[in-house]
């Protein structure tokens, strides 16, 4: 009797361990949060701040920095991250000549619950919003100046995305 209750006692430590490490996902909300006022999104392809390392499984970078005007776009896969409460899986950044996006990936499609905290940039004269739905925003002056939201339930996935 003991002995099976040893056993039990020792199994549950070890799912309450197992279930705290799952809890003790990196949070990055913060980092990400300027993406909810207008679009904005932090520079990724120089690196991300050192307290969210821990959750980087790996980084791969697509183009060459060096090369003027050539599209690069750095991928950072995480493992047991969270942006707004939601499991982060990847985040993908791209800085082209006059455009870039950051684009977050996530584990389900809860994600897009927090639709309606992403507001459209600040009203500017000569831009426009021409669209503002479940799916996302697009701010525009004269189609050439940009900003727009995308909210992809099949892709799992919030995009960011800017130019000129």
């Given at each position: 009797?003991k002995?099976?209750?040893?056993?039990?006692?020792?199994?549950?430590?070890?799912?309450?361990?197992?279930?705290?490490?799952?809890?003790?996902a990196t949070?990055?909300t913060?980092?990400?949060?300027?993406?909810?006022?207008?679009?904005?999104?932090?520079?990724?392809?120089?690196g991300?701040?050192?307290?969210?390392k821990?959750?980087?499984?790996?980084?791969?970078?697509?183009?060459?920095?060096?090369v003027?005007?050539?599209d690069?776009?750095?991928t950072?896969?995480?493992?047991?991250?969270?942006?707004?409460?939601?499991?982060?899986?990847?985040?993908?950044?791209?800085?082209g000549?006059?455009?870039g996006?950051?684009?977050?990936?996530?584990?389900?499609?809860s994600?897009?619950?927090?639709?309606?905290?992403?507001?459209?940039p600040?009203a500017?004269?000569?831009?426009?919003?021409?669209?503002?739905?479940?799916?996302?925003?697009?701010?525009?002056?004269?189609?050439?100046i940009?900003?727009?939201?995308?909210?992809?339930?099949?892709?799992?996935?919030?995009?960011?995305?800017?130019?000129?």
């Amino acid at each position: 009797m003991k002995k099976t209750l040893m056993i039990v006692g020792v199994a549950l430590l070890g799912q309450a361990a197992m279930g705290n490490a799952a809890n003790d996902a990196t949070d990055m909300t913060a980092y990400f949060k300027p993406m909810l006022a207008g679009c904005s999104y932090p520079a990724m392809g120089d690196g991300i701040p050192a307290k969210y390392k821990a959750a980087v499984a790996n980084k791969k970078v697509k183009g060459n920095p060096k090369v003027e005007g050539e599209d690069v776009i750095t991928t950072y896969t995480f493992k047991n991250a969270t942006a707004f409460g939601q499991p982060l899986l990847k985040a993908e950044y791209l800085q082209g000549y006059e455009w870039g996006h950051m684009k977050l990936y996530f584990k389900n499609t809860s994600f897009t619950n927090l639709r309606s905290q992403f507001k459209p940039p600040k009203a500017e004269e000569g831009f426009t919003l021409y669209k503002n739905n479940p799916q996302g925003y697009d701010y525009s002056a004269d189609g050439t100046i940009y900003t727009e939201l995308t909210f992809d339930k099949k892709e799992k996935s919030i995009m960011c995305s800017s130019g000129t």
